[in-house]
């Protein structure tokens, strides 16, 4: 079962809430790419894009789509006023030197510790681990954009990932279809359920011990 069209664009909307005036964010390939589509105009962000511009704006509108501007996963981009372009060394020093607010990830398996394992599937074909290790150890925030779980039912929030991670003990916050979840040093912290589920709903569909305080939106 995919994820409806719906689903994906309220897991971006509820994270762009994420985001504050002046932040610098990174925004990673999949559902992460619909977050910028909900920055309210009152808010200014910089887009970071590892393939060497600050400053990226929405899709292009069709037929308008400049060949030179692509983001890093290959998708026409555009750019806003005040936009800079760098080589991919120096996108990837202002990622190790900690410069990146918030990197917004999809993700296969979160841990209850917050490791993170994006980047591959035993047996299928990827395209590389791209920036994911670099944004998930170094930016200030690390939020997950996931389903909660997977095409068979199983939860892709787990006590132990089984596949090999991206990074240790890097995420911060998870946004699926669900739930919001906080990744504290006590474990997992239940921050808001969405409609139409359940708090016990979200339990039975989470592989790792949740915290459920005693208000949640």
Same mark, same amino acid.
């Given at each position: 079962?995919?994820?409806?069209?719906?689903?994906?664009?309220?897991?971006?909307?509820?994270?762009?809430?994420?985001?504050?005036?002046?932040?610098?964010?990174?925004?990673?390939?999949?559902?992460?790419?619909?977050?910028?589509?909900?920055?309210?105009?009152?808010?200014?962000?910089?887009?970071?894009?590892?393939?060497?511009?600050?400053?990226?704006?929405?899709?292009?509108?069709?037929?308008?789509?400049?060949?030179?501007?692509?983001?890093?996963?290959?998708?026409?981009?555009?750019?806003?006023?005040?936009?800079?372009?760098?080589?991919?060394?120096?996108?990837?020093?202002?990622?190790?030197?900690? %410069?990146?607010? +918030?990197?917004?990830?999809?993700?296969?398996?979160?841990?209850? &510790?917050?490791?993170? @394992?994006?980047?591959? #599937? *035993?047996?299928?074909?990827?395209?590389?681990?791209?920036?994911?290790?670099?944004?998930?150890?170094?930016?200030?925030?690390?939020?997950?954009?996931?389903?909660?779980?997977?095409?068979?039912?199983?939860?892709?929030?787990?006590?132990?990932?089984?596949?090999?991670?991206?990074?240790?003990?890097?995420?911060?916050?998870?946004?699926?279809?669900?739930?919001?979840?906080?990744?504290?040093?006590?474990?997992?912290? %239940?921050?808001? +359920?969405?409609?139409?589920?359940?708090?016990?709903?979200?339990? &039975?569909?989470?592989? @790792?011990?949740?915290? #459920? *305080?005693?208000?949640?939106?």
């Amino acid at each position: 079962m995919g994820m409806g069209v719906n689903v994906r664009e309220a897991i971006a909307k509820r994270a762009a809430e994420e985001i504050k005036d002046g932040m610098v964010v990174n925004l990673g390939i999949g559902i992460p790419t619909l977050v910028a589509n909900y920055i309210p105009p009152n808010i200014n962000v910089m887009f970071h894009a590892e393939n060497g511009v600050l400053g990226t704006g929405p899709a292009p509108l069709t037929g308008e789509e400049d060949a030179n501007l692509c983001n890093a996963g290959g998708i026409p981009m555009t750019v806003v006023p005040g936009a800079s372009y760098f080589d991919s060394t120096m996108a990837f020093g202002i990622i190790r030197r900690g %410069l990146l607010d +918030v990197t917004i990830l999809g993700a296969f398996e979160v841990s209850e &510790k917050g490791d993170l @394992a994006n980047w591959i #599937v *035993p047996g299928k074909i990827v395209s590389g681990m791209g920036g994911a290790v670099d944004l998930a150890q170094k930016a200030k925030k690390v939020i997950v954009l996931m389903n909660h779980t997977d095409k068979y039912g199983n939860s892709k929030i787990v006590r132990e990932c089984s596949l090999p991670l991206t990074a240790e003990k890097c995420v911060n916050l998870i946004i699926t279809d669900m739930a919001v979840i906080e990744i504290t040093n006590e474990g997992l912290q %239940l921050i808001e +359920v969405k409609e139409p589920y359940s708090v016990d709903e979200v339990i &039975k569909a989470t592989g @790792a011990p949740l915290h #459920v *305080p005693d208000y949640v939106k």
